[in-house]
């Protein structure tokens, strides 16, 4: 089982990039979240692109449990549960498109998906802010953000850009913001958990052994997270997390 999990592995820059990502995963649950969507890139040149997505589900679920431990207080129940029932929906169609669709493929359905949350927000950067309040408040606009999270998280666990352009929609503080968007994407990716194992079998043994090598490099990167969030200025991690999200639909196409 350990020489599987060593395999997965091929040179010590792999290892690195590995850790780093793990790190990277940390810090975005409990701080400047949109810097986990670099990781999906990366994850997807390490492991191929639909294998990754059962590495990093784990990855996920264990940096999740921090977060919502330290953010339990400050979520919008409200806001995850107007996401959530279409949420689930785009989940099972993910599923079901999933099983039907080589790597490569894969790869370009996880690229367009960054991409159209970054479509998005700069529409929304340059929409009068009266027309940005009508459109954030109309009954479609949160169950077709929660199809696309769905759709977006199963397919490459890259829900993060449309999560944020749609929490930035929302006028949310930073603490509000982060700790709305743990609770919710915890949510979809324990459901996912069964749903990776017996449908696209991608959660294998070696994999979860090779996830907890990472679990020191997740707590530094949490640690890490909480006192840079404390640290930035409201406008100041709004901006940073606009250019993160267009950084990691940029990365995609590379990797």
Same mark, same amino acid.
């Given at each position: 089982?350990?020489?599987?999990?060593?395999?997965?592995?091929?040179?010590?820059?792999?290892?690195?990039?590995?850790?780093?990502?793990?790190?990277l995963m940390g810090l975005a649950k409990t701080g400047i979240q949109n810097i @986990?969507?670099?990781?999906? *890139?990366? $994850?997807? !040149?390490?492991? #191929?692109?639909?294998?990754?997505? &059962?590495?990093?589900?784990?990855?996920?679920?264990?940096?999740?449990?921090?977060?919502?431990?330290?953010?339990?207080?400050?979520?919008i129940w409200s806001e995850v549960l107007k996401l959530l029932p279409m949420a689930?929906?785009?989940?099972?169609?993910?599923?079901?498109?999933?099983?039907?669709?080589?790597?490569?493929?894969?790869?370009?359905?996880?690229?367009?998906?960054?991409?159209?949350?970054?479509?998005?927000?700069?529409?929304?950067?340059?929409?009068?802010?009266?027309?940005?309040?009508?459109?954030?408040? @109309?009954?479609?606009?949160? *169950?077709? $953000?929660? !199809?696309?999270? #769905?759709?977006?998280?199963?397919? &490459?666990?890259?829900?993060?850009?449309?999560?944020?352009?749609?929490?930035?929609?929302?006028?949310?503080?930073?603490?509000?913001?982060?700790?709305?968007?743990?609770?919710?994407?915890?949510?979809?990716?324990?459901?996912?958990?069964?749903?990776?194992?017996?449908?696209?079998?991608?959660?294998?043994?070696?994999?979860?052994?090779?996830?907890?090598?990472?679990?020191?490099?997740?707590?530094?990167?949490?640690?890490?997270?909480?006192?840079?969030?404390?640290?930035?200025?409201?406008?100041?991690?709004?901006?940073?997390?606009?250019?993160?999200?267009?950084?990691?639909?940029?990365?995609?196409?590379?990797?």
């Amino acid at each position: 089982m350990l020489n599987e999990a060593l395999q997965l592995l091929h040179s010590p820059i792999a290892w690195i990039l590995y850790f780093f990502c793990a790190f990277l995963m940390g810090l975005a649950k409990t701080g400047i979240q949109n810097i @986990g969507s670099i990781a999906v *890139p990366i $994850f997807a !040149f390490l492991f #191929g692109a639909k294998e990754s997505t &059962g590495i990093v589900l784990i990855l996920l679920a264990m940096s999740d449990l921090m977060s919502v431990i330290y953010y339990r207080k400050q979520l919008i129940w409200s806001e995850v549960l107007k996401l959530l029932p279409m949420a689930l929906f785009g989940l099972v169609f993910a599923i079901i498109i999933g099983k039907y669709i080589d790597d490569k493929t894969f790869k370009i359905v996880m690229a367009s998906c960054i991409l159209f949350g970054v479509g998005i927000m700069f529409w929304t950067e340059h929409v009068h802010e009266s027309q940005k309040e009508t459109l954030s408040n @109309g009954k479609w606009y949160s *169950p077709v $953000f929660g !199809f696309i999270m #769905g759709f977006s998280t199963m397919i &490459g666990n890259a829900a993060g850009p449309a999560l944020s352009v749609y929490l930035l929609s929302r006028k949310m503080d930073k603490f509000t913001f982060v700790a709305t968007g743990a609770w919710f994407i915890m949510i979809l990716n324990y459901v996912k958990i069964p749903l990776q194992i017996f449908v696209w079998h991608n959660v294998t043994w070696a994999g979860l052994l090779l996830n907890l090598m990472a679990i020191p490099f997740i707590i530094l990167g949490g640690i890490t997270g909480i006192k840079l969030l404390k640290k930035l200025p409201e406008r100041r991690f709004k901006r940073i997390i606009q250019i993160l999200v267009i950084i990691s639909s940029v990365l995609m196409f590379f990797f």
